[in-house]
C-alpha cells in the first residue's frame, strides 16, 4: 500500500522560498503512468494543482505560478519537492502530495499546513 509523507517549515516569511518534500513508501516513483504532484487548499477554498513529476521525470507546472515554481525528485530516497519561490500571504494553506493514476490523484499524503507571515 502507497503511503506519502509531506515535510517542511509549518511558517514562511513573504517573499522567501518555500521547499517540501513528499517521502513514498509501498510504491516506486518512477513507474510507468504514474504522476507525482502536489496539490494545496487554502483555508476555505477549493483544491488547487501546483504541479507534478511525470515516471520520467518531466515536470508540469500550474501556469499561474509556473516561474515561481521547480519540481524536482530524488529516486535513490524515493522523494519529491517542491520548491515555491516568492510566496505571499495569500499562498497559506495545506500542502499536499499525492500520486495520479488514471488520470486522477487517488492517493494523498496527509497534508501539511504552511503559513505565509511575518
Known amino acids: 500500500q502507497v503511503r506519502l509523507q509531506e515535510s517542511g517549515p509549518g511558517l514562511v516569511g513573504p517573499s522567501q522560498t518555500l521547499f517540501l518534500t513528499c517521502t513514498v513508501s509501498g510504491a516506486s516513483i518512477t513507474r510507468d503512468y504514474e504522476y507525482w504532484g502536489w496539490i494545496r487548499q487554502p483555508p476555505g477554498k477549493g483544491l488547487e494543482w501546483i504541479g507534478h513529476i511525470d515516471d520520467g521525470g518531466n515536470t508540469y507546472s500550474n501556469p499561474s505560478h509556473k516561474t515561481r ?14 520548491q515555491l519561490r516568492s510566496v505571499t500571504p495569500e499562498e497559506t494553506a495545506t500542502y499536499y ?8 490523484f487517488g492517493s494523498w499524503g496527509q497534508g501539511t499546513q504552511v503559513t505565509v507571515s511575518t
Open 69 to 82: 515554481t521547480t519540481l524536482s525528485r530524488d529516486t535513490s530516497k524515493s522523494q519529491f519537492t517542491l
Open 97 to 104: 502530495c499525492a500520486r495520479r493514476q488514471n488520470g486522477a
